[in-house]
């Protein structure tokens, strides 16, 4: 059988650029969420089943709030059925964001230690 699946790595989302002006930075920031929801419909076009995240999706874990929000929107919107996510900062999330991580159960998987994990059918 045969299984295409996108792979991706080092998103590093929240990361500051101190150089970047307020609107600069806020361009800098919304244009990698966008490359989220563009990766999905490049793996929707290419025929995938799923797509892997390897590495920090986050800047570290004491990423804010509204960046860990704007992150699960994005992954909402990627219009694969299933979404595994290899992410080691995520289990380091402090208390104040695991409500909003929990949101992500169901398109999110997070594949912080070795083990078998189904993706979809015979995957």
Known sequence: MSVRFLHTGDWPLGMTRHFF???VQERFAQSRFDAIRE???LAEE???RFMV???DVFESNLVDRKTVSRALEALKDVPLPELPVEEPHLAEV???LQGVVA???GYVESLVLPRDVVVTDGI
């Open 21 to 23: 002006s307020e609107g």
């Open 39 to 41: 990766l999905g419909r």
């Open 46 to 48: 290419e025929g995938c």
């Open 53 to 55: 995240v390897c590495g």
């Open 94 to 96: 402090p208390q104040a």
């Open 103 to 105: 949101q992500a159960k």
